[in-house]
């Protein structure tokens, strides 16, 4: 119990600092989804706490992504104009997206040689981590081990995303959020919220729409995968 | 302190839409997790104003704002498979940014695409 609420602290505490520090630099690196874990984990060698006991509190944090799922709701609310008028578009790319996420795992994982249930693991990684866990059980992958690459794609997207709205045509706020919320999920959205309100809201649409999708399409997409 | 209240009180109703939606896909056997369901039950109750979007909106964006903090436990959570990531870590990294890379292009271009067809299609 003590070790849990240490822990809470310490992972609030930690992410404040950094993100602090991240409003001043704004570098990439220095994103908190990056630097505060990697302070912990430096925390729990130091001090020789477990994982376990570490998660006893972290995992209060975990649960409230719960309802930070509904709150996308609001967002998406406030701009359901935008889902309304761009309708065909905003189906067509992500279907687009959430195909792609699978084929391109599927195929440079299998060119890296890495085990099949690892591979099987790393397919539903593009979206929110309930969902991912929920797909991994169903095609046969480790779900705990999803979760690891679902934090991994979030940390990835948020470095190379904006840099390729930066660097290519890609102009409409629309598309600037569809990029990273299906690229990157809850961690991209929240990158496209600080890019500005109609890309954080058109990233919300993205991440609830891969989520759907990716459960819709998993079961088609492995019949041509396997 | 007015405002942290609000906070708290409209992240608890939030929760009791995830727990409605968690109620729902497990009665229902549902493989749609309970937060998504929770997200469609609260904007369809925004849509018919059964919820007003103010009793919601400070709560919501609380959580949105501070989002990053709730994934730093999971991200944590990637030293239990500390063997596999020494291992194979490197592997893993290339596969998720190269992937993620071409996840990223295939839908913003599509998008960006789709979206100048149609204004050009209007003139």
New interface residues.
């Given amino acids: 119990m003590t070790a849990g609420f240490i822990s809470f602290i310490a992972t609030v505490a930690i992410y404040y600092l950094s993100k602090k520090i991240y409003q001043k630099k704004t570098w990439v690196i220095l994103s908190p989804l990056l630097i505060a874990p990697v302070i912990l984990v430096a925390l729990l060698s130091i001090t020789h706490t477990t994982y376990k006991s570490y998660s006893s509190g972290g995992q209060w944090l975990t649960e409230i992504l719960q309802p930070a799922t509904v709150a996308f709701a609001v967002p998406l609310y406030k701009y359901r104009h935008i889902l309304k008028k761009q309708m065909a578009v905003i189906a067509l790319s992500m279907t687009a997206g959430v195909t792609i996420a699978f084929i391109s795992s599927d195929f440079i994982a299998r060119l890296t040689h890495v085990s099949p249930n690892v591979i099987l693991s790393m397919l539903p990684r593009s979206v929110t981590t309930p969902i991912a866990m929920a797909v991994s059980i169903n095609i046969g992958g480790i779900p705990a081990m999803t979760a690891a690459f679902v934090i991994m794609t979030g940390i990835t997207g948020i470095i190379i995303g904006p840099l390729l709205i930066k660097w290519l045509p890609i102009n409409d706020k629309l598309s600037k959020g569809l990029l990273l919320g299906m690229g990157a999920h809850g961690a991209g959205t929240s990158k496209a919220l600080e890019i500005g309100k109609e890309e954080g809201a058109a990233a919300s649409l993205a991440m609830v729409i891969a989520a759907v999708f990716t459960l819709a399409l998993a079961p088609v997409l492995m019949t041509f995968l396997t | 302190m007015k405002k942290v209240l609000l906070i708290v009180v409209q992240?608890i109703l939030?929760?009791l839409?995830?727990l409605a939606?968690?109620f729902i896909s497990k009665v229902f056997y549902l493989?749609?997790?309970?937060?998504?369901i929770?997200?469609?039950l609260?904007?369809i109750c925004?849509?018919f104003k059964i919820i007003k979007?103010s009793w919601?909106?400070i709560?919501?964006?609380f959580?949105?704002?501070?989002?990053?903090?709730?994934?730093?436990?999971?991200?944590?959570?990637?030293?239990?498979?500390k063997s596999?990531m020494i291992h194979?870590g490197l592997?893993?990294?290339?596969?998720?940014?190269?992937?993620?890379?071409?996840?990223?292009?295939?839908?913003?271009?599509?998008?960006?695409f789709?979206?100048r067809r149609?204004e050009r299609s209007k003139q």
Avoid at chain 2, 31 to 36: D, E, F, T, V, Y
Avoid at chain 2, 63 to 81: K, R
Avoid at chain 2, 91 to 112: D, N, P, R
């Fill in positions: 992240v939030l929760s839409f995830s939606g968690n493989p749609i997790s309970g937060s998504i929770g997200l469609f609260l904007f925004l849509h979007l919601v909106e709560g919501a964006g959580l949105l704002a501070e989002l990053l903090l709730f994934f730093i436990p999971s991200a944590v959570g990637v030293i239990q498979y596999d194979n592997k893993f990294i290339i596969i998720i940014v190269l992937s993620t890379l071409i996840v990223m292009l295939v839908t913003g271009f599509s998008a960006e789709l979206l149609k």
